[in-house]
């Protein structure tokens, strides 16, 4: 069956091979397409136990309808009967003999997800489903780049083995053959399938559908992929013409060149985008963006600061800068020790990034982003989390991604949320003083109107998440739900109807004023903080408890 691209694009051959080109024009944030009947949408391997097998809704202790393990299996996990249904039509009836012989050999109940996804596919394929066939043996067959792959010893020893694997639960190993189709089986599944993995809501596993595999990649994409259940969807992250090729980025293409080129190594392909070939870095990028405009509803809305960034070149060269993640990436990423001594050889090697001001180049941003992780695990130093979630989403997030609505953006807006609640707590019942030695934070959140902060800062990102996301999206969902909880609260009246007025219209005179007086100055005074205490927990003058 020949590939059928959805309506609005359509298939063409570019410089980087097979397509998918703009129909007509869309819209920042406006959907292009949905994928509701995938190939493969299945969870990470231990999360079978933990996610619903067929609709990929997260199971929660908290759950009032807790999720029901298969009776043949018991590797696998649903919602209800009719997800058990839909599963066990579709390849469960197959992949259930798979796991039942996988427990009397090895006493396992999970597979690594690419064996996994292997053994669907093999098994499919043997009940002769069409289009699988079609997919991975037909004329227009997905890509596997088998050759390149081989290139790789070590990568293409895990491959040879995991293949195996999937040929040898699924009863498929006859011969060299059948193991050299398993092979190609794995190839193709490694080179189109996408990561669904979202931390935040616990989301995981890949997703394969073979028209959003047409998707070609850029490191300066127009468009982005959102997961939600079953379902993908690509929409537009800037504005798409009529007739350009609509593209998205594989990787997290705010790293570096050398960071970005390893990560698309396993891709077997040189990426070509005017990001790579110009050597641009994400300040250039930003201030080349066209969606800068819509910055002005949100946390760094002085849109004179993204075009000009208030950065030193003359400080750190681009080949500097480079050799400065490589030096942070090798020394100290895989290290496991002390969280605090690994931050501080990290500021060591990131200090000239800092001298230069250049707050939104890798691996500065993940440096503080670390260590504020760490603070929100110390009952001592849990409030100094917040200066530093405020700073990454003003100074290091809207230059790494300019676009307001993608997902990182609203998750970091939301994490200021989160802090502010918990501090809030703490300034109202005195702790506060007690908990945290650092009178400037002290002071700014004790003048500081929390709620009102909160509750703009809600709006801001349920605005740009429901752009950006599905509307089911459990980040917005929790963030509806907080603010129904917050505008509910009695003697608020005129401060809520002044951020309400604000949120509808950004320009509403008397709402913007109350914005800009009683949370953005607010935010920004304690993102403020953040330099000296990088410098003087970092710099090691601040002694950090280590639990």
């Known amino acids: 069956m020949p590939l059928s691209p959805p309506p609005g694009t359509r298939i063409s051959s570019g410089t980087n091979g097979r397509c998918l080109v703009a129909t007509q024009t869309y819209n920042p944030g406006s959907v292009i397409a949905t994928f509701p009947s995938p190939i493969l949408a299945l969870p990470d391997g231990p999360g079978a136990k933990t996610t619903c097998n067929w609709c990929l809704r997260v199971g929660s202790p908290n759950d009032s309808t807790k999720l029901k393990a298969c009776t043949g299996c018991k590797a696998t996990v649903y919602c209800d009967a009719n997800c058990q249904r839909a599963h066990w039509k579709a390849i469960h009836k197959a992949e259930c003999k798979v796991f039942n012989n996988l427990q009397k050999e090895l006493g396992k109940d999970w597979l690594p997800t690419p064996v996994r996804a292997t053994a669907q596919i093999l098994l499919l394929l043997k009940a002769g489903n069409g289009a699988v066939a079609d997919a991975f043996e037909g004329n227009d067959k997905l890509e596997g780049n088998v050759e390149g792959f081989k290139t790789d010893a070590k990568v ?97 293409n705010s790293l570096p ?43 760094q809305p002085d849109l004179e600061k993204l075009r000009n960034p208030p950065i030193d070149r003359s400080k750190v060269s681009k080949e500097e800068a480079e050799a400065i993640y490589v030096e942070w990436y090798e020394k100290t990423n895989s290290r496991t020790d002390d969280a605090i001594d690994i ?39 849990v409030v100094y989390a917040l200066p530093l979630t405020c700073f990454l989403a003003t100074e290091c997030d809207p230059f790494k991604l300019p676009t307001p609505f993608e997902a990182w953006r609203v998750k970091g807006l939301l994490s200021v949320v989160k802090l502010l609640a918990y501090t809030g707590e703490l300034t109202s019942s005195g702790e506060l003083a007690k908990r945290c030695p650092h009178e400037g934070i002290v002071g700014a959140l004790a003048l500081a109107d929390q709620v009102t902060m909160c509750q703009a800062l809600l709006h801001l990102g349920i605005h740009h998440g429901s752009i950006g996301a599905d509307e089911n999206w459990q980040v917005l969902v929790d963030a509806r739900a907080m603010l129904k909880d917050l505008e509910s609260l009695p003697g608020r009246k005129k401060e809520s109807e002044l951020i309400q007025a604000w949120a509808k219209d950004p320009e509403h005179p008397e709402g913007r004023t109350f914005f800009e007086e009683e949370v953005l100055k607010s935010v920004r005074e304690l993102a403020s903080f953040t330099p000296e205490i990088l410098d003087a927990v970092l710099g090691g003058s601040l002694e950090v408890a280590r639990h």
């Open 343 to 381: 931050a501080r050889d990290r500021w060591k090697i990131v200090k000239p990034l800092v001298e230069a001001k250049m707050w939104a180049v890798e691996p500065l941003p993940t440096t503080i982003l670390h260590l504020c992780n760490f603070f929100q695990t110390s009952y001592k130093w």
């Open 156 to 252: 293409w020893q895990d491959f040879e083995l995991m293949a195996t694997a999937a040929a040898v639960y699924t009863g498929s190993l006859q011969n060299e053959q059948a193991l050299n189709a398993a092979k190609d089986v794995l190839c193709q599944v490694q080179t189109n399938a996408f990561n669904r993995l979202d931390a935040d809501t616990g989301s995981s596993g890949i997703f394969l559908d073979r028209n959003l595999a047409m998707v070609n990649h850029s490191c300066v994409p127009n468009a982005f992929v959102g997961f939600n259940k079953r379902t993908a969807t690509l929409r537009a992250g800037r504005q798409i013409e009529e007739g350009d090729e609509i593209t998205i980025s594989y990787i997290d």
């Open 257 to 299: 060149g050398v960071a970005r080129h390893e990560a698309l190594r396993l891709y077997h392909f040189q990426c070509a985008c005017p990001r790579c070939a110009d050597k641009l870095d994400v300040y250039e990028v930003c201030q080349a963006s066209p969606v800068i405009p819509l910055n002005s509803f949100s946390l």
